[in-house]
């Protein structure tokens, strides 16, 4: 996007709304590549709760670059081109209606330049610290939306199973906590994980794609508090080492 001047620049969500006929509506970009839409999901949340908007929507979707961009992986595996499908969300973010789940900003992070790159440190700054703020176990949550590649793509690229990773390290931090003994890692990973579905790679498949999955449980299901765990990788931008991530809470409203 942009011109030989402005890589990268440019306004999309200027232009989403012009498209749209939006002529009340202003706009900005959010670019943190596979944690954006979280970031972006926080950022619309703040923006609403402090009263400046009263409605904001969050657009976002994947690229013609996500295409097969592990081809090679899964011709070697002797496999067709697996990431063959292109996918975008829209989230409305509006004021308490007392039914649609909250977005608890008191439970939201950000993994900061000192937290650590190491797995574990990721883990613990993006999904431990936001709920013992709050005196909240891990056990509190019902459904933790992390990475949610489908392993079925993964897999034979050489990247293994994204998801089924993420979960068994919140059940050993778990275990850390005193929660759980290690013979309740299976079982707290099978009652609180979900299974890799997203054909994508990148930003909508970091923990986004259960979004609307989640709505429907906090609204109509059992759920009563979900968490999105987004991890982003910086150094794609060539700007820096170090990775990213960000998290939220969603929970059902009681009102």
């Not at 440019?10 to 596979?34: S, T």
């Not at 972006?40 to 009263?54: C, D, K, N, P």
């Not at 609180?192 to 923990?207: D, E, K, N, V, Y």
């Not at 969603?250 to 009102?255: F, H, K, Q």
Request: aromatic content about 4%; hydrophobic content about 45%; glycine content about 14%.
């Amino acid at each position: 996007m942009g011109d030989r001047y402005q890589r990268g620049g440019g306004n999309l969500a200027k232009a989403m709304g012009e498209l749209a006929g939006l002529r009340g509506a202003g706009g900005a970009d959010v670019k943190a590549f596979c944690a954006g839409p979280v970031h972006a999901l926080i950022l619309a949340g703040a923006l609403v709760e402090s009263g400046l908007y009263r409605r904001v929507i969050v657009v976002g979707g994947g690229s013609l670059a996500k295409l097969g961009m592990k081809f090679r992986g899964h011709l070697a595996a002797g496999y067709p081109i697996l990431e063959d499908v292109l996918t975008g969300v829209a989230i409305d973010v509006a004021a308490d209606d007392g039914r649609s789940p909250r977005l608890r900003l008191d439970a939201a992070a950000t993994l900061r330049l000192g937290d650590g790159d190491a797995p574990h440190q990721v883990a613990q700054a993006l999904t431990v610290a936001p709920l013992r703020r709050l005196g909240w176990r891990l056990s509190d949550v019902d459904r933790f939306a992390v990475e949610l590649h489908n392993p079925d793509i993964t897999e034979p690229a050489g990247s293994g199973n994204v998801p089924a990773h993420n979960y068994r390290l919140l059940a050993a931090l778990a275990v850390q906590a005193g929660e759980i003994d290690r013979a309740g890692m299976a079982g707290f990973e099978r009652a609180h994980g979900l299974p890799g579905f997203s054909p994508t790679q990148g930003h909508i498949a970091s923990a986004v794609a259960y979004l609307s999955h989640a709505i429907a449980g906090l609204t109509e299901g059992a759920l009563r508090r979900v968490q999105l765990v987004a991890k982003g990788s910086l150094f794609l931008g060539r700007m820096t080492t170090t990775g990213d991530g960000a998290s939220v809470v969603l929970e059902r409203n009681e009102r």
